[in-house]
């Protein structure tokens, strides 16, 4: 199972598979695979939380 890392600008802010951090965030999990879109990230600016996908084994 893929993991994402997340971060708000430079700043790591948690490590886990999409259905960890969807129930941490309170977001479905298809937004944790929306937040890894470039295009959501130069929306973003630096100011909202982004993924980056981990590839695993």
């Known amino acids: 199972m893929a993991e994402y890392a997340i971060y708000k600008g430079d700043q790591f802010i ?3 598979t999409a ?3 969807a129930n941490k965030f309170g977001v479905p999990r298809k ?3 929306y937040w890894t879109a470039p295009a959501y990230w ?3 600016k ?3 939380l ?8």
Not at 50 to 57: F, N, P
């Open 42 to 44: 130069k929306k973003s």
């Open 31 to 33: 937004t944790i695979w």
């Open 50 to 57: 982004v993924a980056i996908r981990i590839e695993g084994d």
């Open 14 to 16: 948690d490590l886990g």
């Open 19 to 21: 259905d960890y951090l």
């Open 46 to 48: 630096g100011n909202a």
